[in-house]
């Protein structure tokens, strides 16, 4: 019987067999820079001057919100201007991404298919509003595998307040439990209960022996995924005791790179950290990374107030994020992506609030094998829905898989007698915005 690295070795290179793409690989690391919340469009990067001519009117089609209590169309409470050659429109509370306009792909016409946090949260991270499938980095990581076995494949970082949904947002399903998420921290250590504990001896020798105790039991009672995983996550929390605190130790970066990402600022240091951790993390090979900003976008009192917060908390950190990569020679080989579950409704709620609207709203790609400066698909005069080139969660996967080496048709998992993919076929990769 195959020893536990064969048995890794072999179910990432048959999946890596029946999931590769025509055209050779363009990214080899993604960090995905998740606003849970749902950012507006129309309040960062895709104004509508129908809104402003509009304000506090009803408009002539009937607007259905999810909470069922839909005020008059709301101009923005920000002010817009256009950067770069490509003539992206930013607000003005974001400065610093706006001097990366011309390295962005802005998607415009993105849809789902659940007005409600969780379930769009699932589509977006699973292809599925429903719990219990596998993530998107799960996916990856059991087709691609990952560069360093020191560390996990497939890292994230949670929203400190907790995302609804839960840790199945970042779950691996039912694929084997070595492709789940590892979640990171900031501050203090990197993973909890991490540490050699002070009165064991000869480590290596122990888990040695308890992997030993682990294989016999496995050929007496057959192949047990559980097992497995567990036997895969002590052997590499042993290996990450010294790799793990390594490459969570910002103190090693200059004092000109913790700036450049915030770090020196108490509004942006905790999400300017995980940006910092996020490169140095692809940087040693690391797959997958999964960012999510900490507290919501979801403004249904004061979009004023708690999008600008957002903006203040994450604007700088990205900005670093963007720049290092590319003067580290990162950015070629990483697929950055921003975006929520959904985007947020012209009309107002509360006054000043807008409800989640998962009928049109806004996502941006930046690296590896991105047309740089391009936008793509319109929604309505209004930001309503999707009007011009609609685009599905199941294209954004198919488009990210695509850029992985990885064909989204292809790339299958067998469960319960049928085989599974992240996407279905009607996703199709969003060619205007490769290179």
């Known amino acids: 019987m195959m020893d536990r690295r064969q048995f890794l070795h072999t179910l990432a290179s048959s999946a890596l067999t029946a999931g590769r793409a025509a055209a050779a690989p363009s990214a080899r690391s993604v960090i995905w820079l998740f606003m849970e919340?749902?950012?507006?469009?129309?309040?960062?990067?895709?104004?509508?001057?129908?809104?402003?001519k509009h304000h506090g009117k009803r408009p002539k089609e009937a607007i259905e919100t999810f909470f069922g209590r839909p005020g008059?169309?709301?101009q923005s409470p920000f002010s817009f201007q256009q950067h770069g050659g490509s003539g992206l429109w930013v607000c003005d509370r974001m400065p610093a991404i706006?001097?990366?306009?011309?390295?962005l792909a802005v998607i415009k016409s993105c849809f789902a298919e659940s007005p409600n946090h969780s379930p769009a949260m699932y589509q977006m991270n699973t292809g599925m509003t429903r719990a219990g499938f596998p993530s998107v980095g799960s996916w990856v990581t059991y087709g691609l595998g990952t560069d360093n076995k020191s560390l996990p494949g497939f890292v994230v970082f949670p929203n400190e307040a907790g995302s609804k949904g839960g840790p199945q947002n970042w779950g691996h399903g039912f694929l084997p439990g070595t492709f789940?998420?590892?979640?990171f921290r900031t501050g203090g250590a990197p993973i909890l209960n991490l540490s050699r504990p002070s009165d064991v001896g000869d480590q290596r020798a122990l888990l040695d022996y308890a992997q030993s105790l682990n294989r016999d039991h496995r050929r007496r009672h057959g192949d047990e995924p559980d097992l497995e995983a567990r036997m895969h996550s002590h052997e590499l929390a042993y290996r990450m005791q010294s790799e793990g605190r390594k490459v969570a130790d910002l103190t090693r970066e200059t004092d000109e790179t913790r700036r450049l990402y915030g770090i020196d600022r108490d509004v942006t240091r905790p999400f300017g950290s995980k940006c910092l951790m996020a490169r140095r993390l692809v940087e040693s090979g690391v797959r997958f990374v999964q960012l999510y900003s900490d507290g919501e976008w979801d403004s249904h009192g004061n979009l004023a107030q708690q999008h600008g917060q957002r903006c203040d908390e994450t604007d700088?950190?990205?900005?670093?994020?963007?720049?290092?990569?590319k003067r580290c020679g990162l950015l070629d080989s990483t697929l950055v992506i921003w975006g929520g579950e959904f985007g947020r409704m012209p009309v107002s709620e509360q006054g000043q609030g807008r409800d989640h609207n998962p009928h049109g709203f806004l996502v941006w790609m930046a690296g590896a094998g991105i047309k740089a400066g391009v936008s793509h698909g319109e929604t309505d005069e209004l930001g309503y829905r999707a009007a011009v080139n609609p685009v599905s969660v199941n294209d954004l996967h198919a488009t990210m898989l695509h850029l992985l080496g990885l064909d989204h048709r292809k790339l299958t998992y067998l469960h319960n007698g049928r085989r599974f993919r992240l996407t279905d076929v009607a996703g199709e990769v969003i060619r205007p915005v490769l290179s």
């Open 316 to 325: 700088v950190p990205i900005a670093g994020l963007l720049t290092d990569l």
């Open 37 to 52: 919340g749902g950012p507006s469009a129309v309040d960062t990067f895709d104004p509508k001057p129908e809104l402003k």
């Open 180 to 183: 789940q998420a590892t979640p």
């Open 72 to 74: 008059p169309l709301m």
């Open 98 to 103: 706006a001097r990366h306009a011309d390295e």
